[in-house]
T-cell receptor, first 117, second 111 residues
Framework: NAGVTQTPKFRILKIGQSMTLQCTQD?????MYWYRQDPGMGLKLIYY???????DKGEVPNGYNVSRSTTEDFPLRLELAAPSQTSVYFC????????????????FGEGSWLTVV | QKEVEQNSGPLSVPEGAIASLNCTYS??????FFWYRQYSGKSPELIMS????GDKEDGRFTAQLNKASQYVSLLIRDSQPSDSATYLC???????????FGRGTSLIVHP
């Protein structure tokens, strides 16, 4: 049971470089999210998607872009990396109709540690 | 700006004690409330959800919700060293599937 898979797990970027964090889920979930988490801080929403072809900005979208061409994939693009983008990035998903006991369960990927130097 | 506030801690309790974690939120129309546990270097994991005023118990965990006072809490009974983690409070505004997370409270359970 793969769940939410993120790659890469670790990456070091130089200032000004660009890269894409990949995220895929195999649960046929409508909702997908990208969060970043800085040390000692909670999760800040970067972008989210309610379905294929639909994306919207979260709390901290500057410097990032996303696309959602399929239900499964939700890549996050970093353009012109800056030291302020050094963080841990989590991709997450949830289904539209959640019958699990906890309901509204959001499933997280294992995280991607990004350092910009 | 919808906010979720938590004391960052650390909260240190002895093994076997009750750990009490608190969270307040600013959006009065919030309807769904969650507690996530996050071990160091790992991703968050949902452990409790609560939707109605009152208490909800699941094993050693009890979530308490008071919408009038806009707070939600998590009690962990018989705390174990394996409970040492950061606990994130999350709140869904009314009708939204986008949770807002607090900064988390670090819990340390010492033997």
């Amino acid at each position: 049971n793969a769940g939410v898979t993120q790659t890469p797990k670790f990456r070091i970027l130089k200032i000004g470089q660009s890269m894409t964090l990949q995220c895929t889920q195999d649960m046929n979930h409508n909702y997908m999210y990208w969060y970043r988490q800085d040390p000692g801080m909670g999760l800040k929403l970067i972008y989210y998607s309610v379905g294929a072809g639909i994306t919207d900005k979260g709390e901290v979208p500057n410097g990032y872009n996303v696309s959602r061409s399929t239900t499964e994939d939700f890549p996050l693009r970093l353009e012109l990396a800056a030291p302020s983008q050094t963080s841990v990035y989590f991709c997450a998903s949830r289904g539209l109709h959640d019958e699990t006991p906890l309901r509204n369960t959001i499933y997280f990927g294992e995280g991607s540690w990004l350092t910009v130097v | 700006q919808k906010e979720v506030e938590q004391n960052s801690g650390p909260l240190s309790v002895p093994e076997g004690a009750i750990a009490s974690l608190n969270c307040t939120y600013s959006d009065r129309v919030s309807q769904s409330f969650f507690w996530y546990r996050q071990y160091s270097g790992k991703s968050p994991e949902l452990i409790m959800s609560i939707y109605s005023n009152g208490d909800k118990e699941d094993g050693r965990f009890t979530a308490q919700l008071n919408k009038a006072s806009q707070y939600v809490s998590l009690l962990i009974r018989d705390s174990q060293p394996s409970d040492s983690a950061t606990y994130l409070c999350a709140v869904n505004p009314g009708g939204s599937y986008i949770p807002t997370f607090g900064r988390g409270t670090s819990l340390i359970v010492h033997p």
